[in-house]
Nanobody
Framework: QVQLVESGGGLVQPGGSLRLSCAAS???????TAWYRQTPGKQRVLVAT???????NYADSVKGRFTISRDNAKNTVYLQMSSLKPEDTAVYYC?????????????WGQGTQVTVSS
């Protein structure tokens, strides 16, 4: 079993920055970690991913503004968000793809609210 705990959300003004953290605990090999976001009444949308090899990928809407990174020693993945816009307002979720005993599992965190407003 793997537990993911997000933190770092909050209220920020347009143009501001926030850093989200996703701390993982449990067993298995993490194949990838991703950040998604969701607004009321809509599906979760992929924001950024980072693989075990360090390859990153971003949604077009956040390219150049968001950066995903990880600290292996802390088992933590970060999402640095800059130049935030009101449309970035959402609940942000961390997801991890983990392999254990030759079986792959997906795990989700509980989400953290990000609100961009003046």
């Amino acid at each position: 079993q793997v537990q993911l705990v997000e933190s770092g959300g909050g209220l920020v003004q347009p143009g501001g920055s926030l850093r989200l953290s996703c701390a993982a605990s449990g067993s298995g090999f993490t194949i990838y970690t991703a950040w998604y976001r969701q607004t009321p009444g809509k599906q979760r949308v992929l924001v950024a991913t980072i693989t075990s090899g360090g390859i990153t990928n971003y949604a077009d809407s956040v390219k150049g503004r968001f950066t995903i990174s990880r600290d292996n020693a802390k088992n933590t993945v970060y999402l640095q968000m800059s130049s935030l816009k009101p449309e970035d307002t959402a609940v942000y979720y961390c997801k991890a793809g983990v392999r254990r005993d030759y079986v792959s599992y997906d795990y989700w965190g509980q989400g953290t609210q990000v609100t961009v407003s003046s």
